[in-house]
């Protein structure tokens, strides 16, 4: 029970006694107020008609006696009057039983009063003439406590009711900063979510305990964004390369490893820029960098609307870029921006260039390793015999029979039509081998081919044509939960689907249609998402959690100078590092990054999730980093996680 109704339930007690005991002392007040009227009425009525009938008792006119005493009789409430003569005898007597009027029976039952009776002895000098007996009858009492009572009753709970509304308003402004201190409390614990306390206590003891958790709040966001910069730091001695601050040669590797298993379209630029090792030569390393993180920014502004890119130093006057998911028809128009911006920063103070570049650029729909792919930009850049220009090349071996972007959006929307979608699930399993949940992963299934989702997604993307497709995913989930009572499943939705509000809109219908299984399906969302549109981001994790389901984000990690992020969006359920931490296990800088990592999501109470884990000696190394669940070729084997 809460403290606030501890308190109304502590002073409704209090108040309701003292009512009580109030109501009671004035009932009882009432009581001998009106039992002293009922002994004076008694009093004076025998003194009255004594002397009325003295004189009738001399003159012993009884017709006279009768008509009197049945008129006084009558026009007062007695139960009984009797006449007794010098020597007992009785001369006149009458009596009766009244109604009680609208008195109930059991407060009648309470016998708040006896019938008051009494007595006088009628004389006339030294001769007794008779003694006069009368007894009231008590209705009218009851009636006039009766109804004194009600009155009192009804005064006493209204003022209950007056005085209890002022209470309730009194607490309700004394121990609301105490309602917005749990909140914000509950908020912390569940969600690892700190929002400060900004209303104004009236009570000291609430000012310092409001201070204090502010305190203790900006104490928690300076000990995270510190995790992240700790983990930002490492990222860059493993990935960065620490003379111009770009990627390395291994960020690289790992990213045209990526682009490899994704099987999309991509630009891979080479740019010669013979004025940075002039730079560096005559005005240091510190220069030096100053000018390519001063590309980098440049091409951010000017590429970064168009697609994700990466910039990487090969040598001091050699930088690569590589640019994935791109538009074909906008190449050309792509290499010349960064042609600009790469001679845009090297002028003289004359703004004219100091030295000529050399850019090359090579699309390819099928990339090579990383060896092979800077090889072949070599052998184009030696072919071109301008020295300042810029070329694009295409490299699409074994392309016969590949099919284009409308063909695979086409290809898709015959595969919906045709049921030929099919889906495999794979396991996320905790380090001691329990199942979490299922990804799904969806594939086109046809009699000469087997098409999964990587190799058509990345088209569907470029022409925002993903709608139709994850809607179809979507109902298909709802109608596996319907068969797979107790397992939960995960799905993971296109970057465009959630950028179309047509799409969200239909995306919250039907997940409230669906109340019963939000704790039973997990959206996952891709950082690239939230790294380029962070408010839109916000909203879209902000709508599943209205409609009561859960998601999580996939390649966490990858943008690592942004990982603050998490603190700009509601608290996913779980995240799912990148695959780019798995592949630098074997070396301790890549062990700390990944454990950096986890802290960093384990500080807003986070489930971190490592994928493409292949064997138990794997599992067991993320045991000791902290990984809380794995995924890949390891949850297919369940009994060999059971052993471990």
């Given at each position: 029970?809460?403290?606030?109704?501890?308190?109304?339930?502590?002073?409704?007690?209090?108040?309701?006694?003292?009512?009580?005991?109030?109501?009671?002392?004035?009932?009882?007040?009432?009581?001998?107020?009106?039992?002293?009227?009922?002994?004076?009425?008694?009093?004076?009525?025998?003194?009255?008609?004594?002397?009325?009938?003295?004189?009738?008792?001399?003159?012993?006119?009884?017709?006279?006696?009768?008509?009197?005493?049945?008129?006084?009789?009558?026009?007062?409430?007695?139960?009984?009057?009797?006449?007794?003569?010098?020597?007992?005898?009785?001369?006149?007597?009458?009596?009766?039983?009244?109604?009680?009027?609208?008195?109930?029976?059991?407060?009648?039952g309470l016998a708040w009063f006896e019938a008051p009776q009494g007595e006088v002895t009628i004389e006339a000098g030294w001769r007794q003439l008779g003694s006069l007996h009368m007894q009231i009858d008590p209705s009218l009492a009851y009636q006039q406590l009766w109804d004194a009572a009600g009155e009192l009753v009804m005064m006493s709970i209204g003022l209950t009711v007056l005085c209890c509304l002022a209470l309730f308003l009194v607490l309700r402004q004394l121990v609301f900063p105490l309602k917005a201190l749990q909140s914000a409390s509950q908020t912390l614990i569940t969600k690892r979510e700190f929002k400060p306390i900004n209303i104004q206590a009236r009570t000291l003891e609430f000012r310092e305990v409001q201070s204090a958790f502010n305190t203790l709040g900006q104490h928690f966001e300076l000990f995270f964004k510190e995790q992240a910069e700790e983990a930002k730091k490492l990222r860059g001695r493993l990935y960065l390369d620490p003379l111009s601050?770009?990627?390395?040669?291994?960020?690289l590797a790992a990213d045209i490893e990526h682009w490899r298993?994704?099987?999309?379209?991509?630009?891979?630029?080479?740019?010669?820029?013979?004025?940075?090792?002039?730079?560096?030569?005559?005005r240091g390393a510190s220069y030096y960098q100053s000018f390519t993180q001063n590309?980098?920014?440049?091409?951010?502004?000017?590429?970064?609307?168009?697609?994700?890119?990466?910039?990487?130093?090969?040598?001091?006057?050699?930088l690569a870029l590589l640019v994935q998911d791109v538009d074909k028809q906008k190449l050309l128009s792509l290499l010349n921006t960064i042609k600009q911006v790469s001679e845009g920063i090297l002028v003289d103070p004359l703004g004219i260039s100091v030295q000529q570049s050399r850019i090359t650029g090579l699309y390819s729909e099928h990339p090579e390793e990383i060896g092979e792919m800077l090889t072949l930009l070599d052998n184009?850049?030696?072919?071109?015999?301008?020295?300042?220009?810029?070329?694009?090349?295409?490299?699409?071996?074994?392309?016969?029979?590949?099919?284009?972007?409308?063909q695979w959006v086409e290809f898709v929307e015959q595969a919906i039509a045709h049921q030929a979608i099919e889906f495999r699930q794979q396991a996320v399993l905790d380090t001691q081998g329990n199942a979490l949940h299922f990804e799904v992963f969806s594939s086109i299934v046809t009699p000469t081919e087997n098409c999964p989702a990587s190799s058509f997604l990345p088209f569907l993307e470029l022409q925002e044509k993903t709608t139709q497709f994850d809607r179809h995913v979507i109902e298909q989930m709802f109608l596996k939960l319907d068969l797979h009572n107790k397992r939960t499943l995960a799905v993971n939705l296109s970057a465009s689907s959630l950028l179309d509000i047509g799409f969200m809109r239909w995306l919250g219908r039907i997940l409230k249609r669906y109340p019963q299984y939000r704790h039973r399906l997990y959206l996952e969302i891709s950082e690239v998402l939230i790294y380029q549109h962070t408010d839109s981001a916000a909203q879209i994790c902000e709508s599943i959690n209205q409609a009561g389901y859960a998601f999580g984000i996939d390649h966490f990690g990858r943008n690592l100078n942004r990982v603050d992020y998490l603190t700009q969006i509601p608290r996913p359920a779980y995240v799912k590092l990148d695959y780019l931490y798995s592949q630098g296990l074997d070396d301790t800088q890549g062990r700390d990054l990944l454990t950096a990592l986890c802290r960093t999501a384990h500080k807003l109470n986070i489930l971190t999730i490592a994928t493409r884990v292949e064997n138990s000696d794997q599992l067991a190394l993320y045991q000791e980093l902290h990984v809380d669940a794995v995924q890949g070729y390891i949850s297919q084997n369940w009994e060999e996680v059971q052993q471990l």
């Amino acid at each position: 029970m809460t403290l606030y109704r501890q308190l109304v339930l502590l002073f409704l007690l209090c108040i309701s006694i003292i009512s009580l005991v109030n109501l009671s002392i004035a009932i009882g007040s009432q009581q001998n107020t009106v039992a002293q009227n009922q002994t004076l009425h008694l009093n004076s009525s025998l003194n009255n008609l004594s002397m009325a009938i003295r004189p009738l008792l001399l003159d012993e006119d009884q017709a006279t006696l009768n008509v009197t005493l049945s008129a006084f009789f009558d026009i007062n409430q007695f139960n009984n009057i009797r006449l007794d003569g010098p020597e007992g005898q009785a001369l006149w007597q009458k009596e009766q039983n009244l109604i009680k009027g609208s008195v109930p029976a059991w407060f009648a039952g309470l016998a708040w009063f006896e019938a008051p009776q009494g007595e006088v002895t009628i004389e006339a000098g030294w001769r007794q003439l008779g003694s006069l007996h009368m007894q009231i009858d008590p209705s009218l009492a009851y009636q006039q406590l009766w109804d004194a009572a009600g009155e009192l009753v009804m005064m006493s709970i209204g003022l209950t009711v007056l005085c209890c509304l002022a209470l309730f308003l009194v607490l309700r402004q004394l121990v609301f900063p105490l309602k917005a201190l749990q909140s914000a409390s509950q908020t912390l614990i569940t969600k690892r979510e700190f929002k400060p306390i900004n209303i104004q206590a009236r009570t000291l003891e609430f000012r310092e305990v409001q201070s204090a958790f502010n305190t203790l709040g900006q104490h928690f966001e300076l000990f995270f964004k510190e995790q992240a910069e700790e983990a930002k730091k490492l990222r860059g001695r493993l990935y960065l390369d620490p003379l111009s601050g770009l990627g390395n040669r291994q960020l690289l590797a790992a990213d045209i490893e990526h682009w490899r298993e994704q099987k999309t379209n991509g630009l891979m630029v080479l740019i010669q820029l013979p004025a940075l090792a002039d730079i560096l030569d005559e005005r240091g390393a510190s220069y030096y960098q100053s000018f390519t993180q001063n590309l980098q920014q440049q091409l951010d502004v000017e590429v970064q609307p168009c697609a994700a890119f990466g910039l990487y130093r090969l040598q001091n006057h050699e930088l690569a870029l590589l640019v994935q998911d791109v538009d074909k028809q906008k190449l050309l128009s792509l290499l010349n921006t960064i042609k600009q911006v790469s001679e845009g920063i090297l002028v003289d103070p004359l703004g004219i260039s100091v030295q000529q570049s050399r850019i090359t650029g090579l699309y390819s729909e099928h990339p090579e390793e990383i060896g092979e792919m800077l090889t072949l930009l070599d052998n184009h850049q030696q072919e071109e015999r301008e020295p300042n220009s810029a070329s694009l090349h295409q490299h699409n071996p074994n392309t016969e029979g590949v099919r284009g972007r409308q063909q695979w959006v086409e290809f898709v929307e015959q595969a919906i039509a045709h049921q030929a979608i099919e889906f495999r699930q794979q396991a996320v399993l905790d380090t001691q081998g329990n199942a979490l949940h299922f990804e799904v992963f969806s594939s086109i299934v046809t009699p000469t081919e087997n098409c999964p989702a990587s190799s058509f997604l990345p088209f569907l993307e470029l022409q925002e044509k993903t709608t139709q497709f994850d809607r179809h995913v979507i109902e298909q989930m709802f109608l596996k939960l319907d068969l797979h009572n107790k397992r939960t499943l995960a799905v993971n939705l296109s970057a465009s689907s959630l950028l179309d509000i047509g799409f969200m809109r239909w995306l919250g219908r039907i997940l409230k249609r669906y109340p019963q299984y939000r704790h039973r399906l997990y959206l996952e969302i891709s950082e690239v998402l939230i790294y380029q549109h962070t408010d839109s981001a916000a909203q879209i994790c902000e709508s599943i959690n209205q409609a009561g389901y859960a998601f999580g984000i996939d390649h966490f990690g990858r943008n690592l100078n942004r990982v603050d992020y998490l603190t700009q969006i509601p608290r996913p359920a779980y995240v799912k590092l990148d695959y780019l931490y798995s592949q630098g296990l074997d070396d301790t800088q890549g062990r700390d990054l990944l454990t950096a990592l986890c802290r960093t999501a384990h500080k807003l109470n986070i489930l971190t999730i490592a994928t493409r884990v292949e064997n138990s000696d794997q599992l067991a190394l993320y045991q000791e980093l902290h990984v809380d669940a794995v995924q890949g070729y390891i949850s297919q084997n369940w009994e060999e996680v059971q052993q471990l």
